[in-house]
């Protein structure tokens, strides 16, 4: 069965710090991944996006992730954290037509 | 560009009432547009898919005759709830796909209230 897990509930990292969400995924062929963030009270908004070429992808606010095929993973990470980036991310994988499976999401928080 | 709209963004309404929810994609034709529902600190659960001009797809679970949903045209879905229960409060949120693309744009979010 497809899957997506984020393991961590909350990261915390202090501000100008690099960061990095986990997330593994479990899917049968190739992996369509995706990065949402959702700010309290809103709706998602689209980060990036795996669909195939270049292991590392670059997506909005300078976040990036790095698509790994043997460890089945797609790590989101920024070299330097804002108060700003504080929101709860989300991890997603396709799965059937266009429905997407989702990670239980992860809280940043971004100390200054 | 791939603005989706939802409107009302929060609505409080007796039990019993039905709850009428649009959500608009406003600068591209969404062939396939999503219906989810977010509990406090959780994950989104999918509830529908639809398509326009024919009947949503619904989860496992998610009662049809409760949640209608409608996709009358390439830019427009509406779900009603209807017979509201306190049960049904939520933060509901519509998302909608561009073509052929993976990538799904989401309203903001309706927070639905029910007393």
């Known amino acids: 069965a497809q899957s997506v897990a984020q393991p961590e509930d909350q990261v915390n990292v202090a501000e100008g710090n690099p960061l990095t969400v986990k997330c593994t995924y479990s899917?049968?062929?190739?992996?369509?991944l995706f990065w949402y963030v959702q700010y309290p009270n809103r709706g998602l908004q689209f980060l990036l996006k795996?669909?195939?070429?270049d292991n590392l992808v670059k997506g909005s606010y300078g976040f990036e992730a790095e698509f790994n095929k043997s460890q089945t993973s797609f790590h989101l990470k920024k070299p330097s954290a804002l108060v700003s980036d504080s929101a709860l991310y989300f991890c997603a994988v396709r799965g059937r037509g266009y429905q997407l499976i989702w990670g239980a999401g992860t809280k940043l928080i971004i100390k200054p | 560009g791939a603005v989706v709209s939802q409107h009302p963004s929060r609505v409080i309404c007796k039990s019993g009432t039905s709850v009428k929810i649009e959500c608009r994609s406003l600068?591209?034709?969404?062939?396939?547009m999503f219906w989810y529902r977010q509990f406090p600190k959780q994950s989104l659960m999918l509830m529908a898919t639809?398509?326009?001009?024919?009947?949503?797809?619904?989860e496992q679970g998610v009662e049809k005759d409760k949640f209608l949903i409608n996709h009358a045209s390439l830019t427009l879905s509406t779900l009603t709830v209807t017979s509201a229960h306190p049960e049904d409060s939520s933060f509901y949120i519509c998302s909608a796909t561009l073509g052929s693309t993976d990538t799904q744009y989401f309203g903001p979010g309706t927070r639905l209230t029910v007393l």
């Open positions: 795996y669909i195939t070429g």
């Open positions: 639809s398509n326009e001009g024919s009947k949503a797809t619904y």
């Open positions: 899917v049968s062929g190739n992996p369509y």
């Open positions: 600068d591209f034709q969404a062939t396939t």
